[in-house]
């Protein structure tokens, strides 16, 4: 499955973004936003080159996962095993999103899958509120990590 101009620079490099970012905040590393623009918009043109690999459903995802990891891992110079579980719990928390999104929006509006493969603009309206979830969730992990006496893991 391809991605279209559209629909990567308005959902998949900001859910790139985001899921760089909450992996960070859950790994407590710090970084500059313009270190978090960088990986997010690699991870993004790794997701645009593997659609175009003829896998199966979900093989995508766990070659993303690996390859979100080995990045984080080179660009901070941490173990590969410390930077895949904050890969894995970030992507549980965007499928959970992607799931909650989509069955509320399709309950709420007459829509269906069909109807979002074939419109990039919908798609994008729809699936908007799942990487803007991913960042609140980082901002409010970090929001609370600075209640915790000593704790200094904010990205700034």
Aim: aromatic share 10%; proline share 3%; glycine share 4%.
């Amino acid at each position: 499955m391809s991605i279209s101009t559209l629909s990567f620079v308005f959902h998949t490099i900001p859910e790139a973004i985001a899921i760089v970012f909450l992996t960070l905040v859950l790994l407590k590393e710090r970084s500059s936003w313009g270190i978090i623009l960088l990986l997010g918009i690699s991870q993004a043109v790794a997701v645009y080159c593997i659609r175009f690999l003829p896998l199966e459903f979900g093989v995508h995802t766990v070659i993303l996962m690996l390859v979100l990891t080995v990045l984080i891992a080179c660009v901070f110079k941490i173990q590969f095993v410390k930077v895949l579980v904050p890969v894995i719990a970030t992507f549980i928390v965007l499928i959970s999103f992607e799931v909650a999104v989509i069955s509320i929006v399709m309950s709420a509006v007459d829509i269906n899958l069909d109807m979002l493969a074939a419109n990039d603009l919908l798609r994008i309206a729809v699936l908007t509120p799942q990487w803007i979830l991913l960042f609140l969730t980082g901002f409010i992990v970090q929001y609370f990590r600075g209640k915790v006496k000593g704790f200094k893991g904010d990205i700034s």
